[in-house]
């Protein structure tokens, strides 16, 4: 991990702006809430998780260098580096690792030395921050809290795995987010409050109650009940509904999909790899109702250019043939 580098949110910023056009994204998880949040918002696990996220260095990695972010790759590393501190201390099950094939979320065992020496080294990593003289780092309450969870969980592993002979350890059990959760509700019916008082808890508490025991209903006085029609787009009919009643928006949409190769020339190089990822994800669900070999083998695809997004994403889960 190298201190050196320069990580910058107008990467993110200039990535998501580039793409704001686009069909197809690499930066999917990027959205105007997530990039420009209130300071209520900031708050927000799910928004954070939207930038910190292996897709997101994958894209940085693949439009950085042709389209010239500021700090794309100093960039694109902290968000790896940050993802995968996440994925280790949110391991709530013992087969997540298995199951998702990484192995920075199985738990932390006697021969976990791979995720025992990345906890280290990330302790050290943030503790170098404190001697930047330049004042761009974290906040303090934030470095703390990164250099003290990560400290206690080193400790806590070691604990447990030698002195009380446990199999193995779930950093994803230690931690508070019922109790934050519990407290977002708090300040959410405290009209938005950050600091509420012993007043506004025992109202929020008891509004919690009534919610539990009367759950919402979406029931409309004026209009009964609503019916959506899947046959009607906008508000109006498509195309030749009233001749066919049985008319199937599949079928339509199938007729009139046509791609010939003046379609293919148009696509740019940056846009066959996101191509190529939908398509496989097509082509692997398909490929399992399929009885024809035929029609199994003329799915598949050996184009390594254009798979190259497949590769940095399946952690080795793929066979490409």
């Not at 190769?261 to 190529?276: F, G, N």
Request: hydrophobic letters at 40%.
């Amino acid at each position: 991990m190298e201190i050196s580098e320069t990580a910058s949110f107008k990467a993110l910023k200039e990535m998501h702006a580039s793409e704001s056009t686009s069909l197809l994204k690499y930066g999917f998880n990027l959205s105007l809430k997530t990039l420009y949040p209130s300071n209520l918002e900031r708050q927000n696990v799910k928004l954070a998780v939207n930038i910190f996220n292996s897709s997101i260095s994958i894209a940085l990695k693949e439009l950085g260098p042709r389209k010239h972010f500021k700090n794309w790759e100093g960039t694109a590393n902290f968000i790896e580096i940050i993802s995968r501190w996440w994925n280790i201390v949110n391991v709530k099950t013992p087969l997540k690792g298995q199951r998702l094939r990484n192995v920075f979320q199985e738990p932390i065992t006697l021969t976990s030395i791979h995720i025992i020496s990345f906890l280290k080294t990330f302790l050290s990593w943030v503790s170098k921050w404190e001697l930047l003289e330049d004042g761009i780092t974290l906040t303090k309450e934030t470095h703390f809290a990164l250099k003290h969870t990560t400290e206690a969980l080193i400790h806590i592993s070691n604990f447990l795995l030698e002195k009380e002979n446990f199999n193995y350890f779930l950093c994803g059990k230690i931690q508070t987010d019922n109790l934050e959760e519990r407290f977002g509700k708090y300040r959410q019916l405290a009209e938005s409050q950050y600091h509420v008082s012993v007043r506004q808890i025992f109202e929020s508490v008891a509004k919690l109650r009534i919610q539990a025991v009367m759950p919402l209903a979406l029931t409309s006085h004026n209009f009964g009940e609503i019916i959506f029609n899947v046959n009607c787009v906008d508000g109006a009919s498509l195309p030749g509904q009233e001749e066919n009643t049985e008319c199937n928006v599949a079928d339509i949409l199938a007729n009139n999909c046509m791609v010939d190769e003046d379609d293919l020339d148009e696509i740019s190089d940056t846009m066959w790899p996101l191509l190529t990822y939908i398509g496989g994800y097509c082509s692997h669900q398909i490929t399992k109702k399929l009885k024809c070999n035929y029609c199994v083998e003329f799915l598949k695809g050996s184009n390594s250019e254009n798979t190259r997004l497949i590769a940095a994403s399946d952690r080795g889960g793929v066979k490409i043939t």
